[in-house]
């Protein structure tokens, strides 16, 4: 398993409770129900991994990820 898949793997399982990210040819262990703000949790913590494994100097020019408020795909939803 590669440093990806695992971190992948940790993000499933810590945020979105999938236990495994190999498939298992089975409808009720490869489909997964999940809430949205797990999903939201999950590209949050892809998103920290990434920034956080470039170089600080990429960084710093940089503005932070924003970490709640208002959203433009929150914009989407209303207008439908």
Do not use: C, Y
Not at 25 to 45: I, P
Not at 48 to 72: L, M, Q
């Amino acid at each position: 398993m590669t440093d990806l898949d695992q971190l992948f793997a940790d993000i499933a399982r810590r945020h979105l409770g999938i236990p495994s990210m190999k498939p298992r040819m089975s409808d009720a262990l490869d489909f997964h129900e999940v809430a949205v703000w797990g999903v939201r949790a999950a590209l949050q913590a892809a998103f920290d991994a990434g920034t956080n494994a470039r170089p600080p100097e990429a960084n710093s020019d940089r503005e932070p990820a924003p970490t709640g408020g208002h959203h433009a795909a929150d914009d989407d939803q209303k207008e439908g």
